[in-house]
């Protein structure tokens, strides 16, 4: 059974991160974001927790659906929600992209291209608040 408050938590907590990442990313430039490790590793640690969170409510709708498991990564839990209808394929391949730099931020965090976090905090958060938008509308949908 699909659970609503563990997902509804997970969204929450997205939210929450990409909040503090907004406001990062309108008070620093991309000079003193790299010139600070501070709020470079904050950014990174706020980053991977909001794309671990999409994986996590990923994980569970697949799961609940009784649909194909990821084969390789799980990046392709999105590819999954798209087959479901609950995003669509360009989203799907986005957040796929997005997958992916959680899986450096996690695994090769020694070497992360701290540029690559900046323009991702500075533009590419829309697709992150697409997709919960997209899981709130799939809620409502199996009320």
């Known amino acids: 059974m699909l659970d609503h408050s563990r997902i509804r938590d997970r969204l929450a907590?997205?939210?929450k991160r990409l909040q503090l990442l907004k406001e990062t990313a309108a008070k620093t430039n991309e000079a003193s974001f790299l010139a600070s490790a501070d709020?470079?590793?904050a950014a990174?640690?706020?980053?991977?927790?909001?794309?671990?969170?999409?994986?996590?409510?990923?994980?569970?709708?697949v799961s609940q659906a009784a649909m194909?498991?990821?084969?390789?990564?799980?990046?392709?839990?999105?590819?999954?929600?798209?087959k479901l209808g609950?995003?669509?394929?360009?989203?799907?391949?986005?957040?796929?992209?997005?997958?992916g730099?959680?899986?450096?931020?996690?695994?090769?965090?020694?070497?992360?291209?701290?540029?690559?976090?900046?323009?991702a905090i500075k533009y590419e958060l829309g697709d992150i608040i697409k997709y919960c938008q997209k899981?709130?509308?799939?809620?409502?949908?199996?009320?």
Do not use: T
């Not at 194909?68 to 798209?82: A, Q």
């Open 39 to 41: 709020i470079a590793d």
């Open 86 to 99: 609950v995003i669509d394929k360009k989203l799907a391949q986005k957040l796929a992209k997005m997958a």
């Open 135 to 143: 899981i709130e509308e799939f809620l409502e949908s199996q009320k």
């Open 44 to 61: 990174e640690y706020r980053l991977q927790v909001a794309i671990q969170a999409c994986l996590d409510i990923a994980a569970h709708i």
């Open 101 to 119: 730099m959680r899986n450096i931020l996690v695994h090769e965090y020694l070497s992360v291209a701290r540029e690559k976090v900046y323009q």
């Open 13 to 15: 907590a997205i939210r």
């Open 68 to 82: 194909e498991k990821p084969k390789r990564e799980n990046k392709e839990l999105f590819l999954i929600l798209y």
